[in-house]
């Protein structure tokens, strides 16, 4: 079956830097990917669609500028939180549709804490 | 706008017993209606799908019940199992392939 991965599978950091979470599909090209954030003990929240060679379309609230997206391969789509603060600490989960089947398929998900 | 609502959130089974979650949708643009299984820490992974051309879809002990006039659909989880025990979530999409709304989510736990 189709494979979503992502790096890292959690990180720590200081509030104010900035953290970049990579999300591939490794035996399949992706032209739409999605980027979730999951609180805990809550559903997750879709954040932005990412196309590739093309600029994310962000869902309403989420601020662009903190939350950068960037699908520059049909394999690799990345989101920068930048100048994190510990609000920002979530799950950040991606998934990909391979373009033949309905089916959506999710990465592992990354774990951020900011400190 | 929750536009899918799943109940209930938490749900605890014997072994062997019938798990059943129910979600609600509004968007009458939604065609794609899938399942998803998320334990602690990981993604979600697809269990089973539906299209509202179809009122039932069973695949191994997991079955999709889809009502389109009441806009409601149902997973029911026969001979329950602890393996089973995790988070479920129902969503829907406008087409497959596009983006997500998720419903909130049903813990279950199986008790041996």
């Known amino acids: 079956g189709a494979v979503v991965s992502q790096h890292p599978s959690w990180v720590i950091c200081k509030s104010g830097t900035s953290v970049k979470i990579e999300c591939r599909s490794l035996d399949f090209q992706a032209t739409t990917m999605f980027w979730y954030r999951q609180f805990p003990k809550q559903s997750l929240m879709l954040m932005a669609t990412s196309n590739e060679g093309s600029k994310a379309t962000y869902e309403q609230g989420v601020e662009k500028d903190k939350f950068l997206i960037n699908h520059a391969s049909l394999t690799l789509s990345t989101l920068t939180v930048t100048s994190a603060h510990p609000e920002d600490s979530s799950f950040y989960i991606c998934?990909?549709?391979?373009?033949?089947?309905?089916?959506?398929?999710f990465g592992p998900g990354t774990r951020l804490t900011v400190l | 706008q929750q536009q899918v609502k799943q109940s209930p959130q938490s749900l605890i089974v014997q072994k062997g017993g019938i798990s059943i979650i129910n979600c609600a949708y509004e968007?009458?643009?939604?065609?794609?209606f899938p399942w998803y299984q998320q334990f602690p820490g990981k993604g979600p992974a697809l269990l089973i799908a539906i299209r509202p051309d179809v009122s039932e879809k069973k695949e191994g002990r997991f079955t999709i019940s889809f009502n389109k006039s009441a806009k409601q659909f149902s997973l029911h989880i026969m001979d329950s199992q602890p393996g089973d025990s995790a988070t479920y979530f129902c969503?829907?999409?406008?087409?497959?392939?596009?983006?997500?709304?998720f419903g909130g989510g049903t813990r279950v736990l199986v008790k041996p």
């Open positions: 968007n009458t643009a939604f065609d794609y």
């Open positions: 998934s990909a549709n391979t373009g033949e089947t309905d089916t959506q398929y």
């Open positions: 969503a829907a999409s406008k087409a497959a392939g596009n983006k997500l709304t």
